[in-house]
C-alpha cells in the first residue's frame, strides 16, 4: 500500500442491484462485493465484455450513481454522506465524463459545451470562453468553436467531450468506450490524447471491453459478470507517484448571473427550435394579457363617464317633487315653508325650486321659444357652472320680483348677436321685460348639458310672478346635501320632515341623482369584474399551455439533463434553468399581450368605445403572466430537476 495518505478511491465489497423492492421490477444484481483503489494520477483501464457491469461501476465512481451496498471513499471521505449538492460539487471540480455517445447537447456549439462546466463553477464569461478556446485549440478544434456537434465528426465530438472534462481542471477523467464509436484512426487518437493527459498528471479510469485499447493504460482491471477477475496492478506503482498539480479553474462563488444568461440562451434556443409550438403556447398567454387589460380599460372607460356625469351636478343632488301618495288622494303641495323647514335641516344645504317651460321670449324681430328656467341665487353653486360676463341675481333681488335675466351662452348670441357685450339690454319674456344682468360660461360638450346654453334663467319668485302665474309650486326641488357621505341620511330625514308636516301622508317623490348614477357605476363595475374573471381564467388557461410546454420540452430534454447534471449541474441549476424558460415564455407572452391589448384597445376607441388604459392594469396583466409562468413552470421544473443523472442520461 502507499504512504500514509489515503488512495484517491477505494471501493470496498461494492454491490449494485437493479430492480427489486420499492419497483416491480426483479432484482438483478449486477456488482458483486467489488473492491478497488485507485491512486492519484494513475491510468487504468477496467475491461470486460458487454453486460459484465463496466457502465455500472462507472456511474458509481463518477458519483452519479449510489452503490446498493458497501462503501466508498473518496480521498478518505465517505461519499455515501455527501448531500446532493456536494455530489454535483465533486463531479463539477474533480471528475470529467467522457462518454461512447459523446453526449454533447445538440443545440449548443462546440464551446458552448465545453464551458458548460465552468458556468456550474460559477467561472466568469471571459475567462470562460477563453479557457473553452484553449482547450478546443489545444485538442485541434480552434477552427470549430461554433460548429454545432452535428457539424462535427465522431473523432472531433470526442475530442469536444474531452475538452468539456477538462475545463474544470478534470482531475479523474472517466472515459466509458471513448474509442467504441469511432474509427480506428481516430480511435486511436483520442487514446494517444488519454495517454497524454494521464502523463501530465491527470488520473484516468478507462473503461472497454477491447483488450487492446486497454494495453494502453498503465494498469488492467479485468471484470466478468460483476466480478473482478484480475488486477495487473503493477509491484512498481508502489513508488508513490506524485499528481502533477493542475491549475485550478477560477472560482467565483456567484454563478447566478452567467447561469441566467446560459438558461436564456438555452430557453430561446429551445424555443425558436420549437417555433409552432412556441408560438400556439404564446397565443394563450397573448390572449389572457391582451383581454385582463382590455377587460379593465373597458371597465375603467365606463366608469369615468359615469363619474363625469356626477360631477357635473355633484354627487349630493337629491330632487324632491310633488306627487299622489299610493293610495290615491289628492296631489300633495309642497309649500314654500316645506321647503324653508328643509333648508334648516342639518344636512342639507342648500334649496332650489326649479319651475322650467318653453316661453316665447323677444327681442326686437328676434322671436323665439326658450326653456325659461326659474330658480333661485344658487343656480351657478349647484350646477358648478360660472358666469363669463356680468352676475347673477342675488337673493334678495329673488325675493323683491326683482325682473332680472341671465343668459345662456347660446341664447346671448342668439338674441344678440350684433353685441358682444348684452348687460343691460331688455328681453320680452312673456309679456314681461327682464333686464340682462348677466352670461353664462359655455357649458360646451361636456356630459351632454350643452341645451343649457340655450336657456335663460330669471329669479324664481320673479317668474312666478310674471311668467309663471298659475303656478303654485315648484316643477320640482333640486336639494343640496351638505356631503356626499351622508346624502342617504339626508334624505332619510328630509323624507321624514316632510311626512310628518303633510299630515303622515307620503304624497312626494325623492329622487337620487347621485344614488342612481352610483346603482349604475356598481352594475358596471360588476360587469366589468366578470370580464376581468373571465381574462383572469383566459390567463390561466395560458398557464396551463406554458405548463404543458415545459412537460414536453424536459421529456424532449431528458438527456441534456443528464450531461449537465454529469458536469456538475446542482438540481437548483436544472430547476432554475426550466423555470427561466417557462418565465421567458411568459414574458415574451406578456410583453406581445400588452402590445395586442394596446391594439384592440385602440381599435375600441375608434370604434367609439369609452376605453382608458391604465399603467396598473398593464402592469398588473404583465406581472400575473410572469407569476403564472413561475406557478405553472414549477412543476415541470422540479421534475426536470429530480430527475436521476444516469437514467437521465440513458434517456432517449
Ligand atoms: P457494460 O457497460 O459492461 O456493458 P452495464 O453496466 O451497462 O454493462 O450493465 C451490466 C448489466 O446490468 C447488464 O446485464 C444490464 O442489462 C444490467 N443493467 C444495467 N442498467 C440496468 C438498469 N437500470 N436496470 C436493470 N438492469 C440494468
Ligand atoms: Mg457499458
Redo the contacts with the bound molecule.
Keep these: 500500500m502507499v504512504g500514509a495518505a489515503p488512495p484517491l478511491i477505494e471501493l470496498r465489497d461494492i454491490n449494485r442491484i ?2 427489486g423492492p420499492p419497483s416491480t421490477k426483479p432484482a ?1 444484481q ?1 456488482l458483486f462485493d467489488v473492491s478497488l483503489s485507485i491512486e492519484p494520477g494513475e491510468f487504468v483501464a477496467i475491461v ?1 465484455a ?7 461501476l462507472m456511474n458509481l465512481l463518477g458519483c452519479l450513481d449510489k452503490p446498493s451496498s458497501g462503501t466508498y471513499l473518496f480521498q478518505g471521505r465517505d461519499v455515501a454522506q455527501l448531500s446532493p449538492d456536494e455530489l454535483a460539487q465533486l463531479r463539477r471540480e474533480t471528475f470529467g465524463f467522457v462518454f461512447q455517445g459523446y453526449h454533447l447537447i445538440p443545440t449548443e456549439s462546440a464551446s458552448e459545451n465545453v464551458q458548460m462546466p465552468a458556468i456550474y463553477a460559477g467561472m466568469d464569461e471571459g475567462a470562460r470562453v477563453a479557457r473553452a478556446a484553449e482547450l478546443l485549440s489545444s485538442l485541434g478544434l480552434a477552427d470549430k468553436l461554433d460548429n454545432r456537434p452535428n457539424q462535427l465528426s465522431g473523432g472531433q465530438q470526442q475530442r469536444v467531450s474531452i475538452a468539456r472534462a477538462l475545463m474544470n481542471g478534470g482531475r479523474v477523467i472517466l472515459a466509458d468506450e471513448p474509442t467504441g464509436a469511432l474509427d480506428s484512426r481516430s480511435g486511436a487518437e483520442v487514446m494517444a490524447l488519454l495517454r497524454k493527459l494521464s502523463n501530465s498528471g491527470h488520473t484516468i479510469i478507462l473503461i472497454t471491453h477491447d483488450h487492446e485499447v486497454a494495453a494502453v493504460a498503465d494498469r488492467i482491471i479485468e471484470i466478468r459478470d460483476g466480478c473482478i477477475l484480475s488486477d495487473s496492478r503493477p509491484e512498481t506503482a508502489t513508488e508513490p507517484r506524485l499528481e502533477q498539480p493542475l491549475p485550478p479553474p477560477e472560482h467565483r462563488r456567484s454563478p447566478w448571473v452567467s447561469e441566467i444568461k446560459d438558461a436564456t440562451r438555452s430557453a430561446l434556443r429551445s424555443m425558436f427550435i420549437n417555433r409552432h409550438r412556441t408560438a400556439l403556447t404564446l397565443l394563450g398567454v397573448i390572449i389572457g394579457v391582451a383581454s385582463v387589460i382590455v377587460m379593465l380599460a373597458v371597465g375603467e372607460g365606463a366608469r369615468q363617464r359615469v363619474m363625469d356625469q356626477m360631477g357635473t351636478m355633484g354627487t349630493t343632488i337629491i330632487y324632491l317633487s310633488s306627487s299622489s301618495p299610493p293610495n290615491g288622494v289628492a296631489k300633495g303641495q309642497l309649500t314654500e315653508e316645506d321647503l324653508e323647514a328643509i333648508g334648516e335641516l342639518p344636512l342639507i344645504r342648500r334649496v332650489m325650486p326649479v319651475i322650467g317651460d318653453p316661453i316665447t321670449v323677444r327681442r326686437g324681430s328676434v322671436d323665439r321659444q326658450v326653456y325659461v328656467f326659474a330658480a333661485n341665487e344658487t343656480m351657478p353653486d349647484i350646477h358648478r357652472w360660472q358666469l363669463a360676463q356680468g352676475r347673477y341675481y342675488t337673493d334678495a333681488e329673488d325675493r323683491d320680483l326683482a325682473p332680472l335675466v341671465v343668459l345662456g351662452h347660446r341664447a346671448a348670441k342668439q338674441f344678440f348677436p350684433d353685441m358682444d357685450v348684452p348687460l343691460g339690454q331688455q328681453l320680452l319674456i312673456g309679456n314681461s321685460p327682464f333686464e340682462v344682468v348677466g352670461v353664462m360660461q359655455e357649458r360646451g360638450a361636456d356630459s351632454g348639458a350643452q341645451a343649457y346654453d340655450d336657456m335663460v334663467f330669471v329669479p324664481y319668485h320673479a317668474a312666478r310672478a310674471r311668467v309663471y302665474q298659475a303656478q303654485t309650486q315648484p316643477d320640482y326641488v333640486v336639494i343640496d346635501a351638505q356631503d356626499s357621505s351622508t346624502v342617504l341620511e339626508a334624505e332619510q330625514d328630509m323624507r321624514q320632515l316632510l311626512t310628518q308636516r303633510h299630515g303622515g301622508r307620503e304624497d312626494f317623490s325623492i329622487g337620487n341623482a347621485a344614488a342612481r348614477l352610483q346603482a349604475e357605476a356598481s352594475t358596471r363595475q360588476a360587469m366589468s369584474m366578470m370580464l376581468g374573471l373571465i381574462a383572469a381564467v383566459s390567463l390561466v388557461v395560458g398557464g396551463i399551455g406554458v405548463m404543458n410546454v415545459m412537460l414536453m420540452t424536459v421529456r424532449e430534454r431528458t438527456r441534456e439533463i443528464g450531461i449537465r447534471m454529469a458536469t456538475g449541474a446542482r438540481q437548483s441549476d436544472i430547476m432554475r434553468q426550466f423555470l427561466t424558460e417557462a418565465v421567458l415564455l411568459t414574458i415574451t407572452g406578456g410583453c406581445l399581450g400588452v402590445l395586442a391589448g394596446a391594439v384592440v384597445g385602440i381599435g375600441l376607441i375608434f370604434g367609439g368605445v369609452d376605453v382608458v388604459f391604465s399603467l396598473r392594469a398593464a402592469l398588473g396583466a404583465f406581472g400575473c403572466a410572469v407569476v403564472t409562468g413561475m406557478v405553472f413552470g414549477y412543476m415541470p421544473a422540479r421534475t426536470a430537476a429530480a430527475l436521476d443523472p444516469v437514467q437521465a442520461l440513458a434517456g432517449e
Excluded: A, N, Q
Design positions: 437493479y430492480g438483478v449486477v470486460g458487454s453486460g459484465s457491469g463496466k457502465s455500472t
